[in-house]
């Protein structure tokens, strides 16, 4: 098994590399449960269609993944994603480091986690970077990611 979860590792940022958000989606259970410091607690549907509309937006993303690992029903791996924040047109290089839960040949459970500030300084620039760091900026950057997913999931009906 610890092949085959590698090999979904791989084959879930081969499809983010091609911006194939379909492709990753297929690679969650119907249960999944998702979160990172922007979007903190997706479930069901919400992972997969997170991951369509943020490949469907990004013209210039591109994906690196670095290293990977499983064992057993747990896995890992660290990947860089390059993109210009649409927002904002400014550049953002965001080190993610992910960790897996497998389930019947998918991912149950998925959790990444990334520096929220730097983050905020690449892609909100001066602003981001003299309040990036505090709960009122990062707030509304979650509430936004989140309104946008909503949009989203109701466009796709």
Same mark, same amino acid.
């Given at each position: ?9 791989? #084959? $879930? ?11 990753? /989606? ?7 449960? $998702?979160? *990172? ?5 997706? @479930? ?12 469907? #937006? ?6 690196? +993944?670095?290293?990977?690992?499983? /064992?057993?029903?747990? &896995? ?14 400014? #550049? ?5 480091? @992910?960790? $897996?839960? $497998?389930? *019947? &040949?998918?991912?149950?459970?998925? #959790? ?18 003299? +309040? ?7 707030? @509304? ?6 309104? &946008?997913?909503?949009?989203? +999931?109701?466009?796709?009906?």
């Amino acid at each position: 098994m610890t092949q085959a979860n590698v090999d979904l590792i791989d #084959r $879930f940022y081969a499809a983010f590399a091609q911006h194939d958000g379909r492709a990753m /989606a297929a690679c969650y259970t119907d249960d999944a449960t $998702f979160a *990172d410091p922007v979007f903190t607690d997706l @479930s069901g549907k919400e992972p997969g269609a997170m991951w369509r509309m943020l490949t469907a #937006r990004s013209h210039d993303l591109e994906v690196e +993944l670095v290293e990977r690992a499983a /064992a057993g029903d747990t &896995g890992s791996a660290h990947w860089i994603a390059r993109y210009t924040f649409g927002q904002t047109g400014r #550049r953002v290089i965001n080190e993610v480091s @992910s960790t $897996f839960r $497998f389930r *019947d &040949g998918l991912i149950a459970e998925q #959790r990444d986690d990334f520096d929220f500030y730097r983050w905020t300084r690449q892609a909100l620039g001066p602003m981001g970077a003299a +309040l990036g760091w505090t709960p009122i900026v990062q707030g @509304s950057v979650r509430r936004k990611a989140q309104a &946008g997913l909503d949009q989203f +999931l109701a466009r796709e009906g």
